[in-house]
């Protein structure tokens, strides 16, 4: 069963201390892994997309690495600052599904709280 | 939100009315979807269209309709056939008619039904 698991369900992190996000999914075949911000109440806000070739993609303070060996990837933020409070959303792309689209399989988040 | 305006942004209504949420974008995007998203849980995919006048249910279509009649909009009508229709929904478009790519999020719709 394709499946994306995210953890930890909830973090609390002090101002200016980095955190690591974990997304572990048994989605197969591979075609692509997101990572997605969502802030209470809004969209979500892409922050990176990695293929199965690429083990790290950063994008500002963000920094997600892929493992597709162990299909395991993590977001790692560094420096959090207030604003980085939000849900963080794992996404997994499979390949081949019905009329050659691809599936998207959603993680169901880990809340970020950061506190002065 | 990437040029995706949903409208609007809480709405309340009483059991067994339907209703439409308002989806549209001016990125020029041939796709456009409808995902759920419920606490606790991933987002699922409701409907999705790749062109004008056509459109294929999701994982989670029962009790819900859709209509593309222009590219830029994609109306999604909660019936009163839908069980649990409290939620919160998120439409999203994208270049990509696979679903390979990214794809962008409107600022979604807070459904309340008692």
């Known amino acids: 069963k394709n499946q994306v698991e995210q953890s930890p369900q909830s973090l609390i992190i002090l101002e200016g201390k980095n955190c690591t996000l974990q997304?572990?999914?048994?989605?197969?075949?591979?075609?692509?892994l997101r990572w997605y911000k969502q802030d209470t109440g809004r969209g979500p806000v892409s922050l990176t997309i990695m293929t199965f070739s690429e083990n790290t993609k950063s994008n500002g303070r963000y920094t997600a690495t892929l493992d597709a060996d162990t299909k395991q990837s993590s977001l790692h933020i560094t420096a959090s600052q207030l604003s980085d409070s939000a849900s963080y959303i794992c996404?997994?792309?499979?390949?081949?599904?019905?009329?050659?689209?691809?599936?998207?399989?959603f993680g169901a988040g880990t809340r970020l709280a950061v506190h002065p | 939100d990437g040029g995706i305006t949903q409208s609007p942004k809480y709405l309340f209504r009483k059991e067994g009315q339907n209703v439409t949420l308002s989806c549209e974008q001016n990125?020029?995007?041939?796709?456009m979807y409808w995902y759920r998203q419920d606490p606790g849980q991933g987002l699922r995919l409701i409907y999705y269209s790749q062109i004008v006048n056509d459109f294929q249910k999701g994982d989670i279509a029962e009790g819900y309709s859709v209509s593309r009649e222009k590219k830029e909009s994609f109306p999604l009508t909660v019936t009163s056939a839908q069980k649990n229709p409290t939620a919160f929904y998120l439409c999203?478009?994208?270049?990509?008619?696979?679903?390979?790519?990214?794809?962008?999020f409107g600022p979604g719709t807070r459904l309340t039904v008692t």
């Open positions: 999203a478009s994208s270049n990509d008619l696979t679903f390979s790519y990214e794809q962008y």
């Open positions: 996404v997994v792309s499979a390949v081949g599904f019905s009329g050659g689209y691809n599936k998207l399989i």
């Open positions: 990125l020029n995007h041939d796709a």
């Open positions: 997304c572990n999914y048994t989605v197969s075949p591979f075609s692509n």
